[in-house]
């Protein structure tokens, strides 16, 4: 006799009859009752009135129960892809059953331009006297695990760490505006980051006052390649957008002078001359060039001459200038995707006239001049990032349909010239101009019956070329970021080209997105997901990327916590993030 | 497949896998944490351990249960930290952050007395029910999925029954109690008819 049968039998430990009737009751729903219970069970029921009663309660919980099935929860289109990413980052750390007593490391490739990269933006932005360089250097220096230290060879593979043991990265800083102090400009100096198997106890960090800047509180604010200068738009009382530039008040902390620079001109950044109106910026490997003289072609957007968002105070270091100048107003600006051209001397947006009255154009502003122009005047055009110096730019091919193919063209920001790039949508090209991230699909017009939006395809990692996107040798699984098609998106690659960080829009309103950190393997053209990197994390719009390091605003949490600042930074061997306390809507100054 | 581990082999297995049954993974485990987020990472977590865990998979027709199983503990052990510690973690959000909209939606789709009453019985009990009533799973199967007995499946389920039948008639006490609450206060702040 099974014990089942046996504890069946036992009728001797029931209170009483309801008790054993009831729980008949619930066990007859899955199996069978023996005959002889069975019988019992219909005899007690056809004359107990409340036991009959809890049958049909038993009945009906178990129909409410399966009519839940008619609404299955959907999974998000992009799980296969970041499940086979995560599959496949377990593959290489071992696969089976491993668990991970050696951190993995980076390609050696990859470290050994980072390495090189981050050794000359960090003299060059001592030199310079930065507002988010080098603050420090203790820490990354004495540490066994410090990537970059200029004397580390990135032949050597250094020992690996316990998990518990915080990560040392070189010491750099992030810039954001906080509104717990209006339009005061913070930084965020990191020189350790907890991985991610040790989250409890990582102390947050708090942020250091650099000055008051804004006003208002700007929605976006970029930060020019040399860091001086700031473009920062935000809404005005009109409820139109306004583009100002702004001077960014100098770093409080000045960076230890531990360093030398790595004499390698073949793994250096892009150079990064300065802008007509900053301070140059002193480096042995860049020389810088003029600005193009040329007039760009178009419209001129309207220019404020008392922009709304003006400085208060400019800056609180005496060595700031009070340049603030208002380059675009009566506009909304579109997306995510506005950035300066790689050396500084250009800034690209796109914007439609806040009256609606034509649609999305992509605007330019030459460093120094007094107002962005319209470069594109189709109505349907939308930048999607640098190449060189030149604008890459998207549209449909049919803007008169609701549905379209996109195409991409490259475009002289001094005269407007355009070259044909294919046919992707948005192409995020990286600082080495051979890949870039990209739409691939169809667009449509979206619910504002005005923009247009992804609709069906994929964002993936391609090739690129002077002629546009091609294939990526590297298999669909390893390039995709996602296959489903988000109202916007915004991709930022640091120096090397080796890191890329995406954030994809949720929902239709671009109030917050899913950010994801890759690494790029060069050598065989795919997107890897590292432990410790952030993954799908929410984030809201404007992160910015680069030195080593990732930065973003968390959404409000619950019970009206306040938005926190993440950074995640790496190292030669890892991964890791720290946070800020929460703060009133902080904007990462990207 | 039991025995040697064969990389290439268990990815494609994995990949088999997903296709047939990452949606119910993902909505059981979804049931069961009330997260769409969560769930998501916990669909990926289980898909990732089932692949490093592929040998010990004896029988393709068992796969089924074996994964399901493993999602449990996935479940069962997020269920527990989450009881030790209480903060989010890097990998999904910040301390404290809010719910997505999807999570809303979510929430409204499986709100009501039954979403409730599942939330507060015992999770090995709600997994039970929910397996069982959601996800057809019966008699063998079942106790693979919760990794115990057949006959402590069967009693987990019956005891679940019960758990449930309770909680909904507290959730439905306490709701006829609320709208009688509303009603006495409407009435009260009701003007008064007059007479034309």
Known sequence: MSRAARLRRRRDHWRDLHERARSRIAERLDDPLELEES?????????CQACTAVAAEYDADRQALRSLRDQPPEPPRDLWARTSAAIEAASLDGGQKRERSVRRSLPLGAFAGLMVVVVMVGVGLMTANLPFGPTGGVKGDESPVAGGGAGASPAVSLPAIADATPIAVDPEAVGYVSNDRPGTVMSLSVDEVCPATDKADCPVREGTQLGTVFAGAPKTILASPTKHKAVAIANTDAGTDEVVVVDLPEATERPQPTKTPVASASAAPTPVPPSPTESPVTSASTEPSNPPEA???????????????????????PS??????????????????????PDGTWFAFTAHPADQTNGADVYAWRVGSDRAVR????????????????????????????????????????????????????????????????????????????????????????????????????????RVVTDSAPRDFDVRWDETGEWVAVWV?????????????????????????????????????????????????????????????????????????????????????? | MSGVWDRDEAGAFIEELFAKHNGEIYAYLFRMMRDSELAADMTQDAFV??????????????????????????????????????FLPWTGESRGSAPSAEHLVMDARLSGDLQRALAKIPERQRAALLLAELHDMTGLELAAALGVSHVAARALLTR?????????????????????????????????????
């Not at chain 1, 178009?298 to 800056?315: K, N, Q, V």
């Not at chain 1, 699909?441 to 395809?457: E, F, I, Q, R």
């Not at chain 1, 916590?561 to 100054?589: C, F, H, L, M, Y």
């Open chain 1, 295 to 317: 007039s760009p072609s178009g419209s001129e957007a309207t220019a404020s001459p008392t922009p709304s968002l003006a400085s208060i105070e400019p800056s609180a270091t």
């Open chain 1, 505 to 590: 829009a949720d929902g239709d309103d671009n109030v917050v997105g899913r950010l994801t950190l890759f690494h790029v393997d060069t050598e065989k053209d795919r997107l890897e997901r590292l432990d410790g990197a952030p993954v799908d994390v929410r984030a809201l719009p404007g992160f910015s990327m680069g030195d080593g390091r990732l930065a973003w605003a968390t959404p409000r949490g619950q019970g009206g916590e306040g938005s926190r600042i993440q950074i995640a930074a790496w190292s030669k061997t890892d991964v890791g993030i720290v946070e800020s306390n929460p703060g009133e809507d902080p904007i990462v100054i990207r």
């Open chain 1, 39 to 47: 019988a019992w069970l219909d005899e007690h029921l056809a004359g």
């Open chain 1, 320 to 341: 700031a200038t009070a340049g603030v100048i208002a380059i675009a107003s009566g506009i909304e600006v579109v997306g995510e995707s506005a950035a300066f051209s």
């Open chain 2, 49 to 86: 351990k089932a692949y490093k865990n592929y040998d010990t998979l004896e029988k393709p027709e068992n796969a089924r249960a074996w994964l399901y199983q493993i999602a449990h503990r996935v479940a069962l052990d997020e269920i527990r930290r989450r009881k030790i510690v209480r």
């Open chain 1, 375 to 478: 470069v594109t005047t189709d109505g349907a055009s939308y930048f999607g990032s640098w190449a060189d110096n030149e604008m890459i730019v998207s549209r449909p091919s049919d803007k008169g349909a609701t549905k379209s193919d996109p195409v991409t063209v490259r475009v002289d920001p001094a005269n407007g010239d355009e070259r044909d790039a294919g046919d992707v949508w948005r192409p995020a090209v990286d600082p080495t101009g051979k890949r870039a991230i990209v739409w691939v699909g169809t667009l449509k017009v979206a619910d504002d019956g005005a923009s247009w939006v992804p609709d069906k395809g994929r964002l993936e990692l391609r090739s690129w070329s002077g002629d546009g996107a091609g294939r990526s040798q590297g298999s669909e699984r390893d």
């Open chain 2, 160 to 196: 679940a029954r019960g758990s449930l039948r309770q909680a909904l008639a507290a959730e439905r006490e306490a709701d006829a109690a609320a709208e009688a609450a509303r009603d006495n206060g409407h009435d009260r702040g009701r003007p008064a008819e007059v007479d034309r």
